[in-house]
């Protein structure tokens, strides 16, 4: 009888198998580096760096500008501007579920509000003050900072209703109007000629504030938009469309 034979042993193979595997274990280590969400050091980081800062401080003025100029151009009076600025870290990679916020390692938006005092005798003066600072813009050549607002056939009309020499612009037995906007910005106001009063809001509280990656700021500390009612009469608001001003992808370097 033969003994049973021992079973060969193929050590090259199973060296090349292990190989194979350890290979395949950095390659997939290699792709998740770029695919994992971002650390909340790493988002600190790219919060503080000099791009976020430079980026940050020219949109930031830019949007002052912008309500500045309602200040400078119209009867308007600031009062309250209002700043909120967060940058948020990208998500992990899901292969299976893929989302616009696993592209990034870091964007920041920031938003800018602000309020104004107003006579609430003289809201159709205002509106046609605010509309011919948006006429000197021309469409051709507007410039960065200005009032996007013209005359056209409705406001025209609102400014009229506003002063009680024509119908509700928007229809009769419709809701007192109280808002203009365009893709840049909305301006709001209390109601004036309606029963039921319609008030502009407050800003919302700040909430927790890490900084970089997160400012709050209220503008003067303390000021209250139900103090501007009572001091001018009328409260307008002006909200301008948040600024992604700065962001990073994945893979990409933070300069």
């Known amino acids: 009888m033969r003994p049973p034979r021992s079973p060969v042993r193929r050590p090259s193979v199973r060296r090349a198998?292990?190989?194979?595997?350890?290979?395949?274990?950095?390659?997939s280590s290699a792709c998740s580096s770029q695919d994992r969400a971002t650390s909340p050091g790493e988002l600190r980081g790219l919060a503080s760096g000099a791009p976020a800062k430079k980026a940050?401080?020219?949109?930031?003025?830019?949007?002052?500008?912008?309500?500045?100029?309602?200040?400078?151009?119209?009867p308007l009076t600031l009062g309250l501007v209002a700043v909120d600025d967060r940058c948020a870290g990208g998500?992990?990679?899901?292969?299976?579920?893929?989302?616009?916020?696993?592209?990034?390692?870091?964007?920041?938006?920031?938003?800018?509000?602000?309020?104004?005092?107003?006579d609430p005798d003289r809201i159709g003066d205002t509106l046609d003050a605010v509309f011919?600072?948006?006429?000197?813009?021309?469409?051709a050549g507007a410039p960065a900072v200005s009032v996007p607002f013209g005359h056209d056939d409705y406001r025209g009309r609102l400014v009229d209703y506003y002063r009680g020499r024509g119908p509700n612009p928007t229809g009769p037995g419709a809701p007192e109007p109280t808002q203009v906007s365009d893709p840049s910005q909305t301006l709001s106001w209390d109601t004036a000629r309606s029963t039921a009063r319609t008030l502009v809001e407050e800003p919302q509280e700040c909430g927790d504030v890490i900084p970089p990656v997160s400012r709050c700021l209220r503008e003067p500390e303390g000021a209250r938009v139900a103090g501007l009612r009572n001091r001018y009469g009328t409260v307008f608001r002006l909200d301008l469309t948040p600024s992604a001003y700065y962001e990073v992808l994945k893979g990409q370097g933070a300069g």
């Open 17 to 27: 198998a292990i190989a194979a595997a350890l290979l395949l274990l950095l390659s």
């Open 56 to 74: 940050r401080e020219e949109t930031e003025s830019h949007l002052r500008a912008v309500a500045g100029e309602y200040d400078r151009r119209t």
């Open 91 to 118: 998500s992990e990679k899901e292969w299976l579920s893929p989302s616009e916020d696993d592209r990034y390692r870091i964007r920041c938006t920031l938003r800018l509000t602000a309020w104004f005092g107003a």
């Open 132 to 139: 011919t600072a948006g006429d000197r813009a021309s469409p």
